[in-house]
């Protein structure tokens, strides 16, 4: 398939797959001429690194675990997304301390408007 073919099965641009390329995370594709031809594999490949990017790992993260054309190292894999994990965590812990000290500051401020009216 030509690289609008894959932008479109990817839900992605045509210049994303071009950046794919760019930057080494998809390689080696075969050309016909001056057309690039991308496989099956390739549709999956792009679909495994947006999914990626949705779990907030970045591109140059990604290229780091890429071993072959299609595979990445999955036991590499599977650590930064324990440490990924533990941070959601710590950042959820943050986020509920956070809100606790909002929900304080809008009784105390909220008692105090409330003594100005009936005072």
Not at 15 to 40: C, F
Not at 56 to 85: C, F, N, Y
Request: glycine share 4%; charged share 30%.
């Amino acid at each position: 398939m030509y690289i609008g073919e894959i932008a479109t099965r990817c839900d992605v641009s045509v210049k994303t797959i071009r950046h794919y390329e760019a930057i080494g995370l998809l390689s080696d594709i075969k050309r016909q001429g001056s057309y690039r031809i991308y496989e099956n594999a390739d549709v999956e490949f792009v679909t495994l690194i947006k999914r990626a990017q949705l779990l907030g790992l970045s591109l140059t993260q990604l290229k780091q675990l890429k071993i072959t054309r299609h595979d990445l190292d999955w036991p590499a894999v599977m650590a930064l997304l324990e440490d990924k994990k533990q941070q959601i965590l710590i950042d959820i812990t943050a986020l509920e301390q956070q809100k606790e000290l909002l929900d304080f500051y809008h009784r105390d401020i909220k008692m105090c408007l409330d003594n100005q009216v009936s005072g």
